[in-house]
C-alpha cells in the first residue's frame, strides 16, 4: 500500500508559513549571532528551495543576497553601523545580518506576492518596514546606528521596494504556492 502524500498547503496557509518561517529566521539570526545564522540560514533556504520555490527563484535570491552585501557592506563601511567585535573579520559586515538579505528574499515570490501589484504601498511598506526591522535588529543584537542611518534606509527599502514591485509585473512572476 501507498502510503498518502501529504496534504497540499491553501494558498494562505503557505504564505502564513512562509512569513513565520522568515519571522523565526530574522529572531535567530539576530540574536544567535553569525554561527547560529549560517546553520539557520542553511536549514531555511534548503527547505524554501525543497518544497516552495519556483523554478529559477534560486537567481532572485542569489542576485538579492548579493545585493545586500554591497548595501550594508557600503552603509558599514561608511559608518552606519558599529557591530563592535561581532565580525568574524574585521572590517566586513557579520555574518548574521548578510543571511536576512537571502531570508527576505523568500517572501518575494510568496507572502509578500500580492502586495508587488501596488507598487507606491510597496515603497511605503519599505520604507517604513525597513528601518523598523535594522532599528529592532540593531537594540536586539546590541549593535550601534549612526543617526543618519534610519533615514538613508527609508530610502534605500522604499526604492528596493518599488524595484521589486516593477520587476515581478515586468515579468509576471509572482504566485501563491
Do not use: K
Request: charged share 10%; aromatic share 14%.
Amino acid at each position: 500500500m501507498v502510503a498518502p502524500s501529504a496534504p497540499r498547503q491553501t494558498p494562505l496557509r503557505a504564505m502564513l508559513f512562509n512569513a513565520l518561517r522568515f519571522e523565526a529566521g530574522w529572531l535567530l539570526c539576530v540574536l544567535g549571532g553569525s554561527w547560529i545564522a549560517a546553520l539557520t540560514g542553511a536549514v531555511l533556504l534548503g527547505w524554501h528551495f525543497w518544497r516552495c520555490a519556483q523554478p529559477g527563484e534560486w537567481r532572485f535570491i542569489a542576485a538579492f543576497a548579493l545585493l545586500g552585501l554591497g548595501v550594508d557592506g557600503g552603509l558599514h563601511l561608511v559608518g552606519g553601523f558599529d557591530f563592535g567585535e561581532q565580525t568574524l573579520i574585521a572590517g566586513l559586515l557579520p555574518l548574521w545580518l548578510w543571511m536576512l538579505w537571502p531570508l527576505f528574499a523568500t517572501l518575494v515570490f510568496h507572502s509578500l506576492a500580492w502586495l508587488w501589484r501596488f507598487p507606491l504601498v510597496a515603497a511605503a511598506c519599505g520604507a517604513l518596514g525597513g528601518p523598523l526591522s535594522y532599528l529592532g535588529g540593531a537594540a536586539l543584537a546590541n549593535v550601534s546606528l549612526a543617526p543618519w542611518l534610519l533615514p538613508v534606509q527609508a530610502v534605500i527599502w522604499a526604492v528596493l521596494c518599488l524595484g521589486i514591485s516593477r520587476y515581478v509585473q515586468r515579468f509576471s512572476i509572482t504566485r501563491h504556492d
